[in-house]
Structures are given as structure tokens and as C-alpha cells.
């Protein structure tokens, strides 16, 4: 990686930019700078944290207090494992107290105090496996999910949304009642819809832009609590 650092009069670093972009297609070019001067990448590293987006879930969690000791989560796409981190060091996992399940289709390296499991969890097996897993329901399911950007803002919002939904889906199999659910999302024509089945299905929800998100940035995040239960059966 080519870097230049700038500096100011006073020889303080300002910034990092890529000198560079050679072989290099923009919009990675642009994710790389961001990267660079981004403090909170910084800070994940210094923290040992796997990254950047574990702080989101720390600043939802200290606005909110949803993680408690001894709790059962299920991490929904789980790698490369931030959330899973943050998942266990709440719920005292790793003290043998809590249980997180860090569920991801390609798997990922172990995490101190979870259990991964390798599945894709839109599968029909999924939620079984998980909840023998857990020997119980569980009390709150964390989705960090998102698809592969394509460049288009309408495209990128429905195939974020898609999974919100699937992830939706999943956690009412798995949620006790009174539990709760924490899913990135991304504004869009399709977010109506979604809000309002997360409406019916859970007493309560709102919507966060921690400040660790990019102020550029279109997601948010759905946080529901108080699940109602599996819907009654035709």
C-alpha cells in the first residue's frame, strides 16, 4: 500500500491519502482514504476489536443497556466477528455466564466465549440448529448484515432490506417473548413496509444512527424490543 501523510505548519498529522490508485478501481480508492483517516478503525485496532462497526453496536448498547450478563444471542452474519466481541463481553460469555452464537455462511475465526456456527441461516435447518445450540430461546438476535454495494442506491436498499427482512423472519423463530432485535438497515422507498411488520411483531421500535456510522452513510439501525411471540398458526 502507497501512503502519503500530511501535515500541518506545526508537523502534526492531518490526514492520509492514498498516493496511488494505480490497478485501482474509484470507489476502492475512495473506501481506502476513508479507511486511512477513519478513527475509529484506528481505535478497533488499538482496542482489539476485529472492526470498525463493533463501536456501533457499544454506542447502542450504552444508549439502551438491551445486553445484559447471563443472556442468550444469536449474531446473524456474524464474521469477521466485532459484534460477536462486543456480544460477549456484555452477556459475560466468555465468564460462563451468558451464550452467543455467532452464525455466519462462510464461517470465521474463533471468538473467545461464542460458539460459531457455519450456516447459512436463511437455510430451513437454520433456526433449529441454533436452538440446540443454545438449549433455549434466546433474547436478543444481532444482525450487522449487508450486501455487496452495487453502486446504485436502490438497488443497494432493497438488497439490504431483503436481508433485514430474512433476518426478521428468523428471529421471530427464535426470539422469547419480550425479546429483542437489533438489524442494520438502509433508507429507502421499502422501509415503511418493513417498519410496519416490525410494528406488529414487536411492542416497541426505534430507529439509531450511532455516531460511529458515516455521516455519508444511508443505513441506520432497527432496534426492536418486547417480541410478541411467534404468530399464531392458521
Do not use: C
Not at 72 to 81: C, F, I, S
Not at 88 to 108: F, L, N, P, Q, S
Not at 183 to 193: D, L, M, V, Y
Amino acid at each position: 500500500m502507497n501512503e502519503k501523510r500530511e501535515k500541518g505548519s506545526s508537523g502534526r498529522q492531518l490526514s492520509r491519502r492514498v498516493r496511488t490508485a494505480k490497478g485501482r478501481k474509484l470507489s476502492s480508492t475512495l473506501w481506502l482514504g476513508r479507511q486511512l483517516n477513519d478513527p475509529f478503525v484506528a481505535e478497533a485496532k488499538r482496542q482489539g476489536y476485529r472492526s470498525r462497526a463493533a463501536f456501533k453496536l457499544i454506542e447502542i448498547d450504552d444508549k439502551l443497556r438491551l445486553l445484559k450478563p447471563g443472556q442468550r444471542v444469536v449474531d446473524l452474519g456474524a464474521a469477521p466477528g466485532g459484534w460477536t466481541q462486543v456480544a460477549v463481553a456484555r452477556t459475560k460469555a466468555d465468564e460462563g455466564r451468558g451464550k452467543v452464537i455467532a452464525v455466519d455462511i462462510a464461517g470465521m475465526l474463533a471468538v473467545p466465549g461464542a460458539e460459531i456456527l457455519k450456516l447459512d441461516f436463511l437455510s430451513p435447518a437454520a433456526s433449529a440448529a441454533v436452538k440446540r445450540a443454545l438449549d433455549g430461546p434466546v433474547d436478543i438476535v444481532l444482525s450487522d448484515m449487508a450486501s455487496s454495494s452495487t453502486g446504485h442506491p436502490d438497488i443497494d436498499h432493497l438488497r439490504v432490506m431483503n436481508l433485514v427482512e430474512a433476518a426478521l423472519l428468523f428471529a421471530s423463530e427464535v426470539l422469547r417473548p419480550g425479546g429483542s432485535f437489533i438489524a442494520k438497515a438502509r433508507q429507502g422507498s421499502g422501509e415503511k413496509a418493513l417498519v410496519d411488520d416490525i410494528r406488529r411483531r414487536f411492542a416497541a421500535m426505534r430507529r439509531i444512527k450511532p455516531p460511529a456510522s458515516r455521516a455519508e452513510s444511508a443505513e441506520f439501525f432497527i432496534v426492536a424490543t418486547g417480541f410478541r411471540g411467534p404468530p399464531a398458526k392458521a
